[in-house]
């Protein structure tokens, strides 16, 4: 079985440490998900679409990622599935079937920085976005037990920071696999960077739109593009 997942939640009105991440936000999401995944829908009619719905608000983001972190797990442990896990402020230009088909293991996609491409090093931090991410039912339990142990060191240091310590702890996941380089025909099938200069890339698989600077402004865009693509 192949799904497509993602996951709506919320944080409580006093979590104020990270800007922009707010309850008053969670119907604008709840939007660019149906938005977002009829794009996904259209090129992958054959797959099954869940949406993770955490309608009590986290204590802060953390929580909230980690609490998707462990709902992903029971559900590829469970269905003994491939899942792709894509953010709401996605859109999709391409029939996934190549993922499913042709990673093995557990893969990030979108590299912040092009010159990058070529040079990876698990010694450097963030350099694969984890705004699409690839669980296939053949990864191994060790890879999803190095998730665990970060994110249990990471509480256990008492540190809500920024948004990046998901991302770190899912480019530590990819980085297990030494042979990871042999993906790199499709580490830029997901664009991360066009949005943030004022781009819009139509030949990518999949394109985000860093929702978090400003959702109402993504909202806006997601339903403008979406339109060309579900009626082209």
Not at 76 to 82: G, M, V, Y
Request: proline share 3%.
């Amino acid at each position: 079985m192949n799904i497509i997942l993602n996951s709506l939640w919320t944080v409580k009105r006093s979590f104020t440490k990270v800007r922009l991440v707010n309850n008053k936000n969670y119907y604008i999401y709840k939007k660019m998900r149906e938005v977002s995944q009829k794009t996904f829908h259209k090129f992958n009619p054959d797959c099954k679409f869940v949406n993770l719905e955490f309608q009590n608000p986290f204590d802060n983001h953390q929580l909230a990622f980690y609490e998707t972190f462990k709902t992903t797990y029971k559900l590829w442990k469970e269905e003994k599935c491939n899942i792709i896990f894509h953010d709401l402020d996605s859109i999709c230009h391409e029939d996934l079937s190549e993922i499913f088909e042709n990673i093995n293991d557990f893969m990030c996609f979108g590299v912040h920085c092009n010159k990058e491409i070529e040079n990876l090093s698990p010694d450097r931090e963030h350099n694969f976005s984890c705004s699409l991410r690839y669980f296939p039912k053949t990864m191994s339990e060790e890879c999803w037990q190095l998730g665990f142990d970060l994110w249990k060191k990471y509480f256990d240091e008492g540190c809500i920071g920024p948004w990046g310590i998901e991302q770190k702890i899912y480019n530590d996941m990819v980085y297990l696999n030494e042979n990871y380089t042999e993906y790199k025909d499709y580490f830029n099938i997901n664009d991360v960077t066009s949005f943030l200069r004022g781009l819009y890339d139509e030949d990518c698989m999949v394109y985000q739109f860093h929702g978090s600077r400003n959702p109402e402004y993504t909202l806006n865009r997601l339903e403008k593009y979406s339109r060309w693509i579900l009626e082209g």
